[in-house]
Nanobody, 119 residues
Framework: VNLVESGGGLVQPGGSLTLSCTASGIMFEFYRTGWYRQAPGKERELVDAITREGTTTYKDSVRSRFTISRNNGANVLLLQMNSLQREDTAVYYC??????????????WGRGTQVTVSS
């Protein structure tokens, strides 16, 4: 199983980015999937998630700005990020958690993509 994130980069405050996560070896539609992020000196935190049924959850601070979606046909997980703030600067990781895996940390992870919000 291999998850690969892409789409990170440098963006000005107020700007937008779309992150993508592609998978080989699993089909996202059968997993709870989502995104974590980790800023320098901070713990990894859950940004958002989408269940197999399509139910989404978001961290409060991104709820009105980020949108998670899943393209089952292409087996791609997407994160549309709008109105980016400096506080969103972090490495973003996608994950996939199966029904038999107790937590996200027991699931599959990508290596991350850097998002830097700076003027």
């Amino acid at each position: 199983v291999n998850l690969v994130e892409s789409g990170g980069g440098l963006v000005q405050p107020g700007g937008s980015l779309t992150l993508s996560c592609t998978a080989s070896g699993i089909m996202f539609e059968f997993y709870r999937t989502g995104w974590y992020r980790q800023a320098p000196g901070k713990e990894r935190e859950l940004v958002d998630a989408i269940t197999r049924e399509g139910t989404t959850t978001y961290k409060d601070s991104v709820r009105s700005r980020f949108t998670i979606s899943r393209n089952n046909g292409a087996n791609v997980l997407l994160l549309q990020m709008n109105s980016l703030q400096r506080e969103d600067t972090a490495v973003y990781y996608c994950f996939a958690r199966g029904a038999s895996q107790y937590t996200e940390f027991d699931g599959y992870w990508g290596r991350g993509t850097q998002v830097t919000v700076s003027s």
